[in-house]
């Protein structure tokens, strides 16, 4: 992948934003990516705190991942209670 230069989440347009090395500025939708893949609000859970609290891991999460064994995963039932 490319250098990064900066993540962040941007609040007024609801999209995480990559600027990169080569000038290149990528926005990925979070709205958009909810949309597609979290089916429950646990998982629009997880994906927010990614958001707010790690964007450049959501980045990767999303552009080099695979977000849907991801969420299942994070927000399967544990085993135990």
Not at 27 to 45: F, G, H
Request: glycine share 2%; net charge negative; charged share 25%.
């Amino acid at each position: 992948m490319r250098k990064i230069l900066s993540c962040e989440f941007n609040l007024d347009t609801a999209c995480v934003e990559l600027h990169l090395a080569d000038e290149t500025l990528l926005s990925i939708d979070c709205t958009a990516v909810e949309n597609k893949l979290a089916n429950s609000m646990y998982q629009r859970s997880e994906l927010d705190w990614l958001i707010y609290n790690d964007p450049l891991a959501y980045a990767e999460l999303i552009l080099n991942g695979d977000p849907e064994r991801y969420l299942k995963a994070v927000t399967a039932k544990p085993l135990f209670d």
